[in-house]
């Protein structure tokens, strides 16, 4: 059915820009605890609430920008474009965020700045974080650029090389299926690795408490 194929296509193209929003959405959380320690420490409902905006940040623009582009509003080379330039901004965003922290740690080791212990724990949390976040990153970013390696030779090739853009098409939707055993995977065997960082979220540790995790 034409709907089924429809609603498909959507949904790939959402999971390629949940995960080229994801690094920004996870970097924009621990931008607000390099930033905002202070209120940010205290893990009351409001951090949860941060939690739930990084989705909302992670997931309605990118649904927004999908459908665009299914419906024609914005050709497909527009979709990849935003893509690109959401995944860019998301690097920088994250490449701050840690830089802002190691100078942070510096300073406070250097007694250099006012030093409180509260504020080095919540450096020292932001960076375990953020290397958290680049064991997921180093997994997704690789198959996203696949991805736009893939879509860029499928629209851009001349003519006469109709096997090839046909063969990237299929490849772009096998990297797509291959990538999610791949990210749980990987998540599992963080967990084990970084257990203790992973507990600081607020959020993970109620879920791991409800499911009983150890």
Request: charged share 15%; glycine share 4%.
């Amino acid at each position: 059915e034409d709907w089924l194929i429809f609603s498909a296509d959507m949904i790939k193209d959402q999971f390629i820009g949940y995960f080229v929003s994801q690094l920004g959405a996870l970097s924009f959380e621990r931008f607000v605890a390099t930033h905002w320690w202070s209120w940010y420490e205290h893990r009351g409902c409001s951090t949860i609430f941060i939690i739930l905006i990084v989705e909302l940040i992670t997931n309605i623009p990118s649904w927004i920008n999908v459908a665009l582009c299914q419906f024609d509003y914005i050709p497909h080379e527009m979709n990849m474009i935003v893509f690109a330039v959401i995944l860019l901004f998301s690097i920088a965003l994250y490449l701050h965020s840690y830089r802002s922290n190691v100078c942070a740690l510096q300073a406070l080791l250097g007694r250099s700045g006012k030093y409180s212990i509260s504020h080095a724990f919540q450096v020292k949390e932001n960076l375990s974080v953020l290397k958290l976040i680049l064991i997921f990153m180093g997994t997704s970013l690789p198959i996203v650029c696949a991805c736009f390696l893939f879509f860029m030779i499928f629209f851009f090739a001349t003519e006469g090389f109709d096997r090839e853009r046909f063969l990237c098409m299929e490849l772009l939707d096998f990297s797509i299926s291959l990538y999610a055993p791949i990210y749980i995977y990987v998540g599992m065997t963080a967990m084990k690795e970084y257990h203790v960082q992973l507990y600081n979220i607020p959020v993970f540790r109620k879920v791991a408490d409800w499911c009983g995790w150890k």
